[in-house]
């Protein structure tokens, strides 16, 4: 009798749009939120472009969108000083990084939504998306904007590629990155590879759309904030964050999309890439009954 031979599973992977790992020009970045954990990610982008330019790689050239002020709640979990209370946070964290880095980023001063892009069309052209915010609706009118631009000027240069997605609620969190549309995958006999990474408001949709429920009234003092949100549960996010981002840049290749994190537990568990007839994952199990963490950033 024969016996059959088992076939190897391969390991499923993302290949990087090369146009990012080799461009011409810098790299155009759409970072939505300069909040709590907008304002630490902002930095990590910042080393990023200066560790790729020791590299050979053109940088990065990021424009920060948020019409919020700062205000007394923002200081000690946000990365703002009493010097910067009522500047606008996108022009008190842009100017403070291109002093620090020598860039030359912008501020936005205004809401990502459809009236700021269709007064001005190209702040949509970003190959990266990033975004910080604080309520659901912004995430899928974000979802909604992406596709449609991708739709209307998929050929015109800086065209959208990437999206990576911050959310939190108290100690908890998670970071997603999606694919705009289909990125163009080399053949492969060792790997199986994924052309397109699923929107985090197609997958977790019902997810989101429960978590909007909860309570988003801003905090009056510090001391209200931190009954919301751990001192930090942000910079965690940011920072690990920002190592999948480099990982994207460094390696050009994706075994994992992002990651599901619970800092009272010190547990970060990877979203694997998965081939894409097969998209679900499973929600890390918590302690708690209370599954929101698809919330705020």
């Not at 919020?68 to 008190?92: C, I, M, P, Y």
């Not at 909007?212 to 009954?227: Q, Y």
Request: one cysteine or more; hydrophobic letters at 40%.
């Amino acid at each position: 009798m024969k016996t059959q031979k088992l076939k190897a599973v391969k390991s499923a992977v993302h290949i990087v749009e090369k146009s990012l790992l080799n461009p011409y020009n810098p790299l155009i970045v759409n970072l939505i939120g300069a909040g709590g954990t907008g304002s630490q990610f902002l930095t990590a982008l910042a080393r990023i472009n200066h560790a790729l330019i020791a590299l050979n790689h053109p940088g990065l050239m990021v424009r920060v969108f948020d019409d919020d002020k700062v205000e007394e709640a923002n200081l000690g979990r946000q990365l703002f000083s009493t010097a910067e209370l009522g500047l606008h946070k996108a022009v008190a964290l842009v100017n403070r990084i291109n002093l620090f880095f020598g860039t030359n980023w912008k501020a936005i001063p205004e809401k990502y939504n459809t009236k700021i892009l269709k007064e001005e069309p190209d702040l949509g052209m970003a190959e990266l998306t990033i975004s910080c915010v604080d309520t659901v609706s912004a995430r899928f009118e974000i979802a909604d904007l992406l596709s449609k631009i991708y739709a209307s000027r998929k050929h015109a240069y800086h065209h959208p590629l990437y999206w990576m997605d911050f959310g939190n609620s108290r100690d908890t969190g998670q970071v997603v990155l999606s694919t705009i549309a289909e990125i163009q995958q080399p053949a492969s006999k060792k790997f199986e590879v994924v052309s397109r990474l699923p929107l985090v408001t197609h997958e977790f949709k019902e997810l989101l759309e429960s978590a909007e429920k909860g309570d988003n009234t801003p905090s009056c003092s510090l001391a209200e904030a931190l009954t919301h949100q751990d001192l930090f549960i942000n910079s965690a996010l940011a920072n690990l964050g920002a190592s999948l981002l480099w990982q994207l840049f460094r390696e050009g290749m994706l075994f994992n999309r992002g990651f599901f994190l619970n800092l009272k537990d010190f547990r970060a568990t990877p979203i694997k890439v998965t081939p894409n007839a097969d998209n679900t994952i499973e929600l890390p199990k918590r302690k708690s009954s209370n599954t929101k963490s698809l919330k705020a950033a």
